[in-house]
């Protein structure tokens, strides 16, 4: 089992703050439509740039996420993204993981991140949750009951109630919404299906990841 450090050292993940900010990045989030937006998100790296901003609060949601699913033996991601919270989970837990993502160069990078890890890269496939069918054990990942542009996503909710009775996530909060606003809609929502919500840890930092500007002060560290 590799430690989270070293985990993140192998991928090139550290830490770094949200200043000084590349304009090849700062172009990208300006970007409005969702497919050029992702296509270039992947291309430029800035999926991974924003994994380094988060290097504190990632070390420590993962390990915990970690802990959370030792019990259960079938794992499915979706929204997996370029796969480096799925590697981390698939490299260190004894039981099948499987990731999926709707996008093409998520999955592309994802698959390459998974054979830089000594992985298999089928663990990640290219396909649209609303249409995938087949039941798991646990549901677990990032970014996947929220929407980019407006929070809570009611649709996706449903969706994996249906298709497992455990789901452990880390979501990140977006919009002008407050933490406590968001994690209500959430409850209200899996109230609908039977499902209890239950917030297990709070990052303190918050991270506007689609609104950067070019700043050149050093922000504070948060841990």
Request: glycine letters at 4%.
């Amino acid at each position: 089992m590799a430690s989270i450090e070293d985990y993140f050292a192998r991928n090139r993940i550290i830490a770094k703050g949200i200043y000084n900010v590349p304009p090849e990045f700062i172009r990208v989030t300006r970007i409005p439509d969702d497919e050029e937006y992702y296509e270039e998100y992947y291309r430029t790296g800035l999926d991974d740039f924003f994994e380094c901003v988060n290097f504190h609060p990632n070390k420590r949601l993962f390990t915990l996420i970690l802990s959370l699913v030792e019990d259960f033996q079938d794992l499915f991601e979706p929204c997996c993204q370029s796969g480096l919270f799925g590697s981390y989970i698939a490299g260190n837990h004894d039981g099948t993981y499987r990731g999926m993502d709707i996008n093409q160069f998520a999955i592309e990078k994802a698959k390459q991140r998974a054979i830089d890890n000594e992985l298999d890269p089928n663990i990640f496939q290219q396909g649209n949750i609303f249409e995938y069918e087949e039941e798991h054990e646990a549901i677990v990942g990032r970014y996947v009951i929220n929407r980019k542009r407006d929070g809570v996503y009611p649709e996706m909710v449903e969706k994996v109630c249906n298709i497992s009775r455990n789901i452990i996530l880390v979501q990140t909060v977006y919009g002008n919404n407050s933490q406590e606003q968001i994690f209500e809609s959430y409850k209200r929502e899996f109230a609908k299906h039977n499902y209890s919500f239950e917030v297990l840890a709070k990052s303190i930092k918050t991270l506007r990841t689609y609104q950067l500007s070019e700043r050149k002060e050093k922000s504070k560290e948060e841990n």
